[in-house]
């Protein structure tokens, strides 16, 4: 069973950064897709940035790109994302997300992490 726990999410004030993390054993042969989704208060979830496990690809929403960063540590089967230069519109709760290779959808999610950006 893949377990995800994410950490990092905190209040800041805008300009800000945080890093948030990602932790379990689903960085593994069997997963081929990492991801952050987030979901802010009466909108639906979108995607922030993916990751091709066995690959390092990386992908990021119009939203985020040149301001956030995904990276994986395969070593310490952690994920992360780096946001800098925060903005409000970055309020929301941020989820980890991993895709079997065998699977065509994100099969296995964390519990989420609050980011709260104040102007």
């Known amino acids: 069973q893949v377990q995800l726990v994410e950490s990092g999410g905190d209040s800041v004030q805008a300009g800000g950064s945080l890093r948030l993390s990602c932790a379990g054993s689903?960085?593994?042969?069997?997963?081929?897709?990492m991801a952050w989704f987030r979901q802010a208060p009466g909108k639906d979830r979108e995607w922030v940035s993916i990751?091709?496990?066995?690959?390092?690809?990386?992908y990021y929403a119009d939203s985020v790109k040149g301001r956030f960063t995904i990276s994986q540590d395969n070593a310490k089967k952690i994920l992360y994302l780096q946001m800098n230069s925060l903005k409000p519109e970055d309020t929301a709760m941020y989820y980890c997300s991993a895709q079997d290779c065998a699977q065509s959808d994100y099969n296995y999610w964390g519990q989420g992490t609050q980011v709260t950006v104040s102007s």
């Open positions: 689903a960085i593994t042969y069997k997963i081929c897709y």
């Open positions: 990751i091709r496990t066995r690959t390092g690809s990386t």
